[in-house]
């Protein structure tokens, strides 16, 4: 005990001998209180919004990416400026598809795989390939329709290409832009409204468009009552993703425009699978013109097709 006692003696004057020497060094005191940041005193009176911020962010996790990544951007009349938008690999690209084919409840889509990079590669080639794959498909199925019938022949339809990428091109980029000014303006009037920027919103309709590739292939088969179980299982899954990605960004909003905007949404998702499956796949019977036979005395013979 004594040995102990005269240590601690040294060490305290030890200790005196530094504050001697630097008077305005920094001391810590045990018994002093531990201060609790206001951001996390904040955050313990709000249990409830953990799970929010979670699932959309907040300012100060956007804040920290934002540092962690800092570049400066190029003006936006070079290439390097629109290079980003297309800097991902393919397993990205591959992730992306998989989480809106199989989406996950509860998850977002925008935070669990667009926000850290968005792109606009694979939304631009998902709408390409769904162009081609809708053109060549509505012509398959007409020519699987009318086939077999002698008057008929085969005339290939390139329109069905320009229509075709028209719809899709105008449905990924309008209805986004749409979108993302409704949810500024009302970002503007509710402060607790959570905005996507353009390009995530952009890339979250064309990667729920992926699932439109194989229904639209399936589309071929001549049976409507197939090809309607097709649009109400496409419509679903995309539909689910688009569900789950902006109700949360728009649920603190007053509860009729909350719902108006989702509803609104899923609207335009099905007229558009709707439309393409009427248009392209489901068209009227042409009405053929009746051959005309002729005979050996002059005249002419015409018989109604049927």
């Not at 804040?63 to 297309?86: H, I, M």
């Not at 084919?101 to 390409?128: E, H, Q, T």
Request: with cysteine; glycine share 4%; charged share 15%.
């Amino acid at each position: 005990i004594a040995c102990l006692v005269i240590y601690l003696f040294a060490e305290f004057d030890d200790a005196a001998n530094l504050l001697a020497a630097n008077p305005d060094a920094t001391t810590i005191s045990i018994d002093e209180p531990v201060e609790i940041p206001k951001n996390q005193h904040s955050r313990l009176q709000e249990p409830g919004r953990e799970e929010d911020d979670e699932l959309l962010g907040t300012d100060d996790s956007d804040k920290t990416e934002l540092l962690a990544g800092q570049k400066k951007s190029a003006p936006f009349w070079t290439f390097e400026y629109y290079q980003t938008f297309f800097d991902v690999d393919t397993y990205q690209v591959l992730d992306r598809i998989k989480g809106s084919v199989f989406p996950v409840p509860g998850k977002n889509f925008v935070r669990l795989y667009i926000r850290s990079n968005p792109d606009l590669y694979g939304p631009f080639w998902i709408c390409a390939t769904l162009v081609f794959t809708i053109a060549v498909s509505g012509n398959l199925s007409n020519f699987f329709i009318h086939l077999g019938k002698p008057t008929y022949h085969y005339v290939p339809e390139f329109r069905k290409v320009s229509i075709a990428a028209t719809t899709i091109y105008a449905y990924a980029w309008l209805v986004p832009l749409a979108l993302w000014g409704f949810l500024m303006w009302r970002n503007s009037k509710v402060m607790n409204i959570v905005s996507y920027s353009f390009l995530e919103i952009v890339c979250v309709y064309g990667y729920s468009l992926f699932i439109y590739i194989p229904t639209a292939i399936l589309w071929i088969i001549p049976q409507k009552v197939v090809r309607w179980v097709l649009v109400v299982f496409s419509l679903c899954l995309s539909g689910s993703v688009l569900v789950m990605t902006f109700w949360p960004a728009v649920r603190d909003d007053n509860r009729r425009i909350a719902v108006a905007t989702v509803a609104t949404i899923l609207l335009l998702h099905a007229l558009l699978a709707v439309g393409c499956l009427a248009y392209f796949f489901d068209a009227p019977e042409l009405d053929l013109p009746a051959p005309i036979i002729p005979t050996h005395n002059g005249t002419t013979v015409v018989t109604k097709s049927q």
